[in-house]
């Protein structure tokens, strides 16, 4: 399946039945409710820098994901996540307050970790809540050396913000991308931005300078594995 666009045949369909079964036995929707909560801390709850992304604060905008990717390990576990994974999300409003609260009275330098296991913070609710700008002016400020992670092109609403940031600190961004068959990421990350949205994204912001990381997990066997796939992928 080397054309973006080519239909997934039969067996692939099949894979996501129950995903399917489950989302008609809801209602046949997405039924989307939020909850508006409060950030308490951007601080990691380890004395020690996180290991896997070197960052020593971490936070997201959200909890849950609209994103609803069916190889998920979030939405599987659900990682302490309140009702249905992909339709329950919470928004943390004063995500921006407590990262400046934070960051003016560490007494240590160190680079904040943006994103999360159970949500993205360009999930597509970002587009209303406009949660990440004021997080990024706040880094800015304190010249914070920051890492987002996302599978969502919505990014490139900050491109500018994120552009200064790197500028006066240093800016990565973790894409998650894992195929190129835009049919295939319909069926398996249905709200995500499609791969070709996410390509678009990563050109831009190498353009900009910004260093750029993908996340080329996980590789479903028998239909992201071909070796063919996998060397058109990298």
């Not at 996180?50 to 659900?78: I, L, M, N, W």
């Not at 339709?87 to 995500?95: F, Q, Y």
């Not at 319909?186 to 353009?207: C, N, V, Y």
Request: aromatic share 8%; proline share 4%; net charge positive.
């Amino acid at each position: 399946m080397n054309n973006e666009n080519e239909k997934p045949n039969t067996y692939m369909c099949s894979v996501l039945c129950y995903n399917r079964v489950e989302n008609m036995c809801r209602g046949g929707g997405v039924m989307l409710r939020i909850k508006k909560t409060q950030l308490k801390s951007v601080k990691r709850a380890t004395m020690f820098v996180d290991t896997y992304f070197v960052s020593k604060f971490g936070f997201s905008p959200y909890r849950g994901c609209q994103h609803g990717c069916a190889y998920c390990d979030g939405r599987a576990e659900r990682y302490y996540v309140e009702g249905i994974f992909d339709e329950d999300i919470e928004v943390r409003l004063n995500a921006a307050e407590i990262l400046d609260t934070t960051l003016v009275k560490s007494r240590e330098f160190g680079i904040v970790g943006i994103g999360s296991g159970v949500s993205d913070a360009y999930q597509p609710i970002e587009g209303k809540h406009k949660i990440m700008p004021g997080v990024i002016d706040v880094l800015i400020k304190h010249r914070a050396p920051a890492y987002v992670m996302t599978k969502s092109a919505l990014a490139l609403r900050d491109l500018d913000k994120w552009k200064e940031l790197n500028q006066v600190a240093g800016v990565t961004l973790f894409v998650s991308l894992t195929m190129l068959n835009n049919a295939l990421g319909r069926l398996f990350e249905p709200g995500a931005s499609l791969p070709t949205k996410r390509l678009e994204m990563i050109q831009k912001f190498k353009e900009a300078g910004i260093s750029v990381v993908v996340l080329a997990m996980p590789f479903m066997p028998k239909i992201t594995d071909g070796l063919d796939q996998v060397d058109t992928l990298f």
